[in-house]
């Protein structure tokens, strides 16, 4: 079965440093990737999608995404965290040929002042 | 555009009871999710639709649980009877087309507590 692996269910970063949230796949066939965020008592939004036109995939409040395939990795990344990114993130992955998303376990970051 | 709509946003009710949850997607859209998000398990799909036609029920725990999509602006996912293990936030979540890389578009969730 198909499965999505956040490593790490909590990552805590400085304001200002670098963010880098890990997510590898497991489908042998191109996947569709996305990255959710979803802030408390909300609903997930849509961070980025991956959808094999490029590599390397920006997406909004400044996150980044890249898509690795040797490594089957497609991993989260931010130059400089802000407070307001303390959030909960979310990889997932489309299941084979149908529209059902695979999501990770969630990775929760925290950015101190 | 407004986005995907929930209601009720938090509800409380003792076990046994009947429990309704609804959900109006975005329009246009002509798929609809519904999932539930608990700390032991993540979120979980719990059934989708396609043009108003349940394609997956999978994931639905158990008879207890049963969803319905009159028309294309609503949907419901129902509980009966309801169970403190149900206690949960549930999310539907819609989308358009065939193409997969089509983002969900989740709503804001209901928080379901079973007493």
């Known amino acids: 079965a198909q499965s999505v692996t956040q490593l790490g269910s909590h990552v805590s970063v400085s304001e200002g440093a670098l963010v880098l949230l890990r997510c590898n796949y497991s489908?042998?066939?191109?996947?569709?990737l996305f990255w959710y965020v979803q802030y408390p008592n909300q609903g997930l939004q849509l961070l980025l999608k991956?959808?094999?036109?490029?590599?390397l995939v920006k997406g909004i409040n400044g996150f980044e995404a890249e898509f690795k395939k040797s490594e089957t990795s497609f991993h989260l990344t931010k130059p400089s965290a802000h407070m307001s990114d303390a959030a909960e993130y979310f990889c997932?992955?489309?299941?084979?040929?149908?529209?059902?998303?695979?999501f990770g376990k969630g990775t929760k970051l925290t950015v101190n002042p | 555009d407004a986005g995907v709509i929930q209601s009720p946003r938090h509800e409380v009710t003792e076990m046994g009871q009947e429990v309704t949850l609804r959900c109006k997607p975005i329009?246009?859209?002509?798929?609809l999710f519904w999932y539930r998000q608990t700390m032991m398990r993540g979120l979980e799909l719990l059934i989708y639709?396609?043009?108003?036609?349940?394609?997956?029920d999978s994931g639905m725990p158990e008879d207890r649980f049963s969803a319905k999509m009159p028309n294309a602006s609503f949907s419901t996912l129902k509980i009966q009877p309801s169970e403190p293990r149900d206690s949960a936030v549930y999310f539907c979540?819609?989308?358009?087309?065939?193409?997969?890389?089509?983002?969900?578009?989740f709503g804001d969730g209901t928080r379901l507590s079973i007493l």
């Open positions: 979540a819609s989308s358009r087309g065939r193409d997969r890389n089509q983002p969900q578009h």
């Open positions: 639709f396609n043009n108003n036609v349940p394609i997956d």
């Open positions: 489908s042998s066939v191109p996947p569709y």
């Open positions: 329009s246009g859209h002509d798929y």
């Open positions: 997932a992955e489309t299941q084979g040929g149908s529209e059902k998303l695979v």
């Open positions: 991956y959808t094999s036109a490029a590599t």
